[in-house]
């Protein structure tokens, strides 16, 4: 459940005013922080469902592993897990590997 609504569980009728509402500073960053935990965990379950229904000898499309990786290694996931991952629609485990590398070399400048 989507801490939002674990915290208002109520519905806001028409007659009622949104901004009635009060969040403290900290509550508000950490619900934004939520929805984007939940949009990148939206983004690689939508990945990973279409590397699983990608047809036998259809080319790996490298910008959707670059995602996938990126998200994963994000999400703290195993190096290794990433590469099992992959291994089904045709990426090597040389070529998994050095995109881990540049995509955490990325993150690193981006801190």
Wanted: glycine share 4%; hydrophobic share 35%; net charge positive.
């Amino acid at each position: 459940m989507n801490l939002f609504k674990k915290i208002f569980k109520r519905k806001i009728g028409k007659e009622e005013n949104a901004e009635k509402i009060k969040v403290s500073p900290m509550l508000k960053e950490l619900l934004l922080l939520q929805n984007e935990v939940d949009l990148l965990q939206h983004e690689v379950n939508s990945l990973e469902e279409s590397i699983q229904t990608r047809k036998p000898g259809e080319p790996f499309c490298q910008s959707q592993a670059l995602s996938l990786i990126r998200n994963n290694l994000k999400r703290g996931i195993y190096e290794d897990k990433i590469a099992k991952q992959l291994q089904p629609i045709g990426a090597s485990r040389e070529w998994v590997n050095r995109k881990i590398e540049e995509i955490k070399e990325e993150m690193k400048k981006d801190e």
